[in-house]
């Protein structure tokens, strides 16, 4: 059986909502953990399949857990006694190669299956490589698994990532960590996961700076201390997501527990939709005082331009809003799988290359539609919000390794939606063929 999710069209977004835990801060802050011989606290961990996925990773690598609290997970990394992250585990998460870079400096050896292909895109770990390689790695290639060893341990030098990659970053930064001497990435990601990550393993003793700019600096250290204690950041992506749906439906939203300056591209984008922002330390709040938004043009680009991960919810709202406008994608090739369903709920779009472009229809109608990953199923979710009538979304498995609680968090801002268990049109063939 798979989940649906069923989203009922009409009304408007109202409420307060708290964001959770950053999930790409949480699977590299996870991964970095392997680099300590010891215990750590971590604080505000969402709940999510993608962090399940990372922590029975972790746990098949010899790490124990204790989940404190809610949120608040204990981590002992002093057993570690398997190097390998297996293919089923790499292929559902691509993330889980971030284990590569902590694997190799602490124990020398490592051995990851290659992600797969992806949704959005062919996704190559080549930067990864060349990197870990100018660090002494000695990597191979083979039977679909990357086999990386430094017999005499990594050493510190000068990374060029002639692209910003993010997790590229944070493997070489982690690696870095425990390499002997300094290291230097310049062309580093800049996004604010990326600083998430070297605060907590500055926490844990690493000499990182330069973290959130293109250049970071790395003095290796022999080891890396437990006994910290860190909290993992607000979602920027989860916070944008619900500010995108009450700007959609001429709503207002109030969200705690997220810094306005990791979303001011966004928040400059809703100020052109016609939004009212007010923002405070680590809180938002939208209102657009029941207006139809006006459609906005953005261009994906790494941070702190527009995020690729907001792209699909954009659209959504640029599907129903007053005027044309364009997305267009910079950052993956292939990450415009939502715009066919989204036409399938009548909105009208024309995609050229890496572009679409919206003329915006005052409602779409509801229709049975299919999530192809997990912003596009964000953006379904939000393109149900403004449809007439009920929106049934399938696939909606990929939501849930990105978005806590999702229908809760719905529901308590006032939208209509509930999941299901289906019949999937497979398990009906099976069945006629038994
Ligand atoms: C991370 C985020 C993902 C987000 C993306 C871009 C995590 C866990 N995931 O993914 O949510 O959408 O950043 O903000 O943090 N590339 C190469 N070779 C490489 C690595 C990347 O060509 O070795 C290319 C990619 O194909 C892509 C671009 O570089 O076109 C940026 O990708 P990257 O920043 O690496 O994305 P991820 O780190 O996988």
């Avoid at 029975?56 to 390998?84: P, W």
């Avoid at 600083?195 to 250290?221: M, P, Q, S, W, Y």
Wanted: glycine residues 10%; contains cysteine; aromatic residues 4%.
């Amino acid at each position: 059986m798979l989940d649906v999710l069923h989203v009922t069209g009409g009304g408007c977004v109202g409420g307060t909502l708290r964001v959770s835990g950053a999930k790409n801060s949480a699977l590299p802050i996870l991964a970095g953990t392997l680099l300590v011989n010891g215990i750590v606290q971590l604080r505000n961990l969402p709940h999510l399949q993608d962090v399940t996925t990372m922590i029975g990773l972790l746990n098949l690598l010899g790490a124990r857990f204790l989940v404190e609290e809610s949120m608040h997970l204990e981590v002992d990394t002093r057993d570690i006694h398997c190097f390998e992250a297996p293919y089923d585990l790499v292929n559902t998460m691509r993330a889980s190669f971030l284990v590569l870079g902590p694997l190799l400096a602490r124990f020398r050896r490592a051995r990851v299956s290659l992600p797969g292909g992806c949704a959005i895109g062919s996704r190559p770990i080549d930067l990864h490589i060349k990197a870990l390689q100018q660090l002494g790695a000695i990597i191979e290639v083979k039977n679909g698994y990357v086999h990386a060893v430094a017999p005499n341990g990594l050493v510190g030098a000068q990374v060029v990532f002639e692209r910003p990659t993010v997790t590229g970053t944070e493997n070489i930064m982690m690696a870095a960590v425990l390499a002997r001497g300094t290291s230097v990435i310049s062309g580093a990601a800049k996004e604010p996961e990326v600083v998430d990550l070297a605060n907590f393993l500055n926490l844990c003793g690493a000499r990182i700076t330069g973290a959130g700019t293109a250049e970071i600096k790395i003095e290796g250290v022999p080891a890396l201390q437990g006994s910290c204690d860190y909290t993992i950041m607000g979602d920027r992506i989860e916070a944008g997501t619900f500010l995108i749906a009450a700007a959609i439906t001429s709503g207002q939203i109030r969200l705690e527990g997220v810094h306005p300056k990791f979303l001011s591209c966004v928040l400059e984008h809703l100020i052109l939709t016609g939004a009212m922002i007010d923002q405070g330390d680590d809180w938002i709040a939208l209102d657009m005082q029941g207006r139809r938004p006006r459609a906005v043009s953005i261009e994906t680009e790494a941070f702190p331009g527009f995020p690729t991960d907001l792209q699909a919810q954009w659209l959504a709202l640029n599907c129903i809003a007053e005027g044309e406008a364009v997305v267009k994608e910079n950052v993956f090739e292939n990450r415009f799988m939502h715009v066919q369903e989204m036409q399938r709920m009548g909105a009208q779009l024309t995609l050229c290359n890496q572009s679409v472009t919206s003329q915006g229809v005052r409602a779409l109608h509801a229709a049975g539609v299919s999530a192809t990953d997990l912003r596009a199923s964000a953006s379904l979710i939000l393109a149900g919000l403004v449809a007439q009538g009920t929106t049934v979304i399938h696939q909606i498995h990929h939501i849930d390794r990105g978005y806590e609680h999702i229908e809760a968090k719905f529901l308590n801002i006032g939208c209509k939606i509930r999941r299901s268990l289906h019949q999937g049109a497979e398990e009906r063939t099976e069945k006629a063929v038994q």
